[in-house]
T-cell receptor
Framework: GAVVSQHPSWVICKSGTSVKIECRSL??????MFWYRQFPKQSLMLMAT?????????EQGVEKDKFLINHASLTLSTLTVTSAHPEDSSFYIC?????????????FGQGTRLTVV | KNEVEQSPQNLTAQEGEFITINCSYS?????LHWLQQHPGGGIVSLFM???GKKKHGRLIATINIQEKHSSLHITASHPRDSAVYIC????????FGTGTRLTIIP
């Protein structure tokens, strides 16, 4: 199956700093990428949907100024957690789909465990 | 009521047992995904279904569109199958079930 690479797999940062997480589709063009957040023993919560070349669509309750999403190319989307606080500590995972095609299978990155200290 | 309900929430079984995990949904979908999440967190897509049945190795997934129900079966279960199995229904977005935590005891 297709591969989605997410980097870094884990990161520890100090409060107030910013952290960038990258999501790359390695062997297909991802017209749409999704960013999720997962708290321990809970299901994935959609944070935002990004389409290549346009602004991301954020879910209700997600601060767009805090979670900056860029999808500048068909193979790369980035999520930047700005001015991170301990409550931002979570597991972040991206998913990529090619919604222009007939195959709408979703492929997931390995996830990034963020710890803010 | 959640749009996607999974059962059971937790399942512990002996190695070799036949495993069934169920997923019911209440919305219109274009496809249904079965995903596997290991303790490290990474998610692997097992199946994408829009009708009928699919088989991959010891895994079988079925879907009944009329009844809005899908099942994931694992034959000859093995400790390495221990993971959280997640059902997700797709339209423009994916809506996830809460997952089934499966533990296979040697």
């Amino acid at each position: 199956g297709a591969v989605v690479s997410q980097h870094p797999s884990w990161v520890i940062c100090k409060s107030g700093t910013s952290v960038k997480i990258e999501c790359r589709s390695l062997d297909f063009q991802a017209t749409t990428m999704f960013w999720y957040r997962q708290f321990p023993k809970q299901s994935l919560m959609l944070m935002a949907t990004s389409n290549e070349g346009s602004k991301a669509t954020y879910e209700q309750g997600v601060e767009k100024d805090k979670f900056l999403i860029n999808h500048a190319s068909l193979t790369l989307s980035t999520l930047t957690v700005t001015s991170a606080h301990p409550e931002d500590s979570s597991f972040y995972i991206c998913s990529a789909r090619d919604l222009k095609g007939t195959n709408t299978e979703a492929f997931f990155g390995q996830g990034t465990r963020l710890t803010v200290v | 009521k959640n749009e996607v309900e999974q059962s059971p929430q937790n399942l512990t079984a002996q190695e070799g047992e036949f495993i069934t995990i169920n997923c019911s949904y209440s919305v219109g979908i274009s496809a249904l995904h079965w995903l596997q999440q290991h303790p490290g967190g990474g998610i692997v897509s097992l199946f994408m279904l829009s009708s009928g049945k699919k088989k991959h190795g010891r895994l079988i997934a079925t879907i009944n569109i009329q009844e809005k129900h899908s099942s994931l079966h694992i034959t000859a279960s093995h400790p390495r199958d221990s993971a959280v199995y997640i059902c997700a229904v797709a339209n423009e977005k994916l809506t996830f079930g809460t997952g089934t935590r499966l533990t296979i005891i040697p």
